[in-house]
């Protein structure tokens, strides 16, 4: 699965959220990756960043708190056609595959490798990913 | 208005059954705690403390020992966990206000002369309300525990798998969305895989039935110090361990032969480093979640050391 930073919005859809992070600097080089990719040190609350995955849509709505280093958190939700419903399981193969490009962008020493092994070991890793 | 609790009997007979005791709820800190409370009022109180992702249920089979020895036993389920109130708010789950949740357990109920029994983070919370309660102390055991800033263990050092679990947007997708605690999470970690499939699984996922409930999962790994880089709770910890080597109340350790979490090559003596006096290491069938595998076992283990140091009162 390839996952691609996009810009334009898909019209005609609406936010589901899918999971909260309040605390994405916990390990600081997730939120500087963060940081890095959707250029939030220029643009702090703007529009929410874009990841396209095999043509599914998610937003990445970038949270503030005070006394805290912006991103303070990050809510990730899938862009939905109209009022159709959400498919969860092709939900979860998307998120494994945002996941892996987290962690791919965050380098060494966090690993894709690892995390589909640490997928493997908790048994939540998506079929077929 | 009225809020509708869920009781244990709410659970159904899977539960009821193996935890046969009646629901009670106390207000702490603003959030509703349940417990249960059994035995003779006046007879000392033993508090069995449960961490993570587990609750009261944990403690079902050490209960009936003590029980029938005579003593009077409290167990709670923290905040975020079991019957309990389960907080959406990060900050609710600070260490600070999951210690002052049991702080305002002890003060409401009034407990004194109490046995602290310690397991996971029932070890960080329980001590720091013990030492901020330290009045209301007769006696302490830790089970499967730390209580200091570094080294937390191994196992919670290395990237596979702990530290990736609970990254940054991977910890609520693995462990809340996914559910990886309690599930597949404490059946690596006891002895006896098939028996815990089927007697204590259900009752660890009806608790926390949505991913939302689950947000301490992968909230509480995030506050075991790890490097300075990410430690929330140094400091509470260094307050912790200094308090600990000052107190000076019978104390004993009892571990799992196979815990790879907390491995009692390591644990086993730093405890001792801390409490010389402290008897044991008292070793049973069990990893991290030895109560699983050697529950009645270590209720004998706590009652017979509560024997020596917390008599019943012959007419009590």
New interface residues.
Partial sequence: MTVTRITERPLGTRSVP???????????E??DFLVATFDLADKQLDAPGLLDVDGHVYELIFIGRSGRPFPAG?E?AALVPGLEPLDPDQT?HD??A??EW??AGVGE??SVE??R???R????IPADS | MTTIARTINDLGPHVSIRYPFRSKFVNVNGWRMHYIDEGPPNAPPVLLLHGNPTWGYLWRDTIPPLLAAGYRVIVPDQIGFGLSEHPHSASAHSLDNHASNLVALLDQLDLNGVFFVCHDWGGPTGLAALLTRRQRATAVAVMSTWAWRTPASEFHRQILPWRLMQAPIVGPHIMARQGAFPGRGIYLSVVDRERYRRDALPAYEAVLPDPDDRRLTWQWPRSIPIDPSTDITGERFEWLEAGLRELNIPATIIWGREDDVFALDVMGVRWHDIWPHAEGPHLVTGKHFLQEDSGAEIGQLLVEFAARHLPIPEHG
């Fill in positions: 899918l999971l909260t992070d309040p605390d994405v600097g916990h390990y600081p997730f939120s990050v990730i979860d998120l494994w945002i996941l987290l962690v020493p966090w690892a995390l092994t640490t997928g070991i908790y048994r939540v």
